[in-house]
């Protein structure tokens, strides 16, 4: 059972567009949320992440808005660079449990120049 | 900064070979995590642990048994390989009470089982 979903599981934008990524879940206890990148042939790193506490986390061009309610987040890149081009994991954690970290399957993202 | 390695980088072997991969962390970290990446299924965990001798299992542990020796080593043994284990395998640390338990990845291992 798939516990965090994203889509689109790809994405083309043109630089200087705005990307902008989905991620949905399942578990309302979940309360942590952070997106991984990954670039071709390297490893996953945190990029950024918030807590269901906020609504909204800025840094830089990268902005996580978050719906509660809905169980829904997304990830908006602005001013999309190539340099951007990674694939984006959306995942989860519950911090009172096993502090797992479940990710969905992906977005690969590509920024035309 | 943090520092996950893992050996081999690449590894060959034939259907029912036993594989043992590598992973040491320097980060102090008390968690590991060993994860498998598939095309379509993004990262899955196989089996964790918190500190030297303790073993949890994660999502996808059939086929795959674990050890954790000290808190700088954890291995992944593959007793009987399988086609099926063919990927790319993970290794990461973290400490929970710091910075969204930001879990710090290795190179990862290419393993193909003929």
């Known amino acids: 059972q798939q516990q965090v979903r994203q889509s689109p599981q790809s994405l083309t934008v043109w630089e200087g567009e705005t990307a902008i990524l989905n991620c949905s879940y399942e578990?309302?206890?979940?309360?942590?949320f952070p997106w991984y990148w990954q670039f071709p042939r390297e490893s996953p790193a945190l990029l950024i992440a918030?807590?269901?506490?906020?609504n909204k986390k800025e840094d830089g061009r990268f902005t996580i808005f978050f719906n509660k309610r809905e169980k829904k987040l997304s990830l908006h890149i602005t001013d999309s660079q190539p340099g951007d081009s990674a694939t984006y994991f959306c995942a989860a954690i519950l911090s009172s449990g096993s502090w797992q970290l479940i990710f969905g399957s992906g977005t690969q993202l590509t920024v035309m120049p | 900064e943090a520092a996950v390695t893992q050996s081999p980088r690449n590894k060959v072997t034939v259907t029912g070979g036993n594989v043992t991969l590598s992973c040491r962390q320097t980060n102090s970290h008390n968690y590991m995590y060993w994860y498998r990446q598939d095309t379509g299924h993004g990262l899955r965990l196989i089996h964790y642990?918190?500190?030297?001798?303790?073993?949890q299992i994660g999502d996808v542990p059939d086929g795959y048994k674990a050890t954790r020796t000290t808190q700088e080593d954890f291995f992944l043994l593959l007793e009987l390989a399988s086609p099926s284990q063919t990927s790319l395998y993970f290794c990461?640390?973290?400490?929970?009470?710091?910075?969204?338990?930001?879990?710090?990845f290795g190179p990862g291992t290419r393993l193909t089982v003929l």
């Open positions: 642990s918190y500190g030297a001798g303790n073993l």
């Open positions: 578990d309302s206890t979940f309360d942590y």
């Open positions: 918030i807590r269901p506490v906020s």
């Open positions: 990461a640390s973290s400490d929970p009470g710091q910075n969204y338990a930001e879990q710090f």
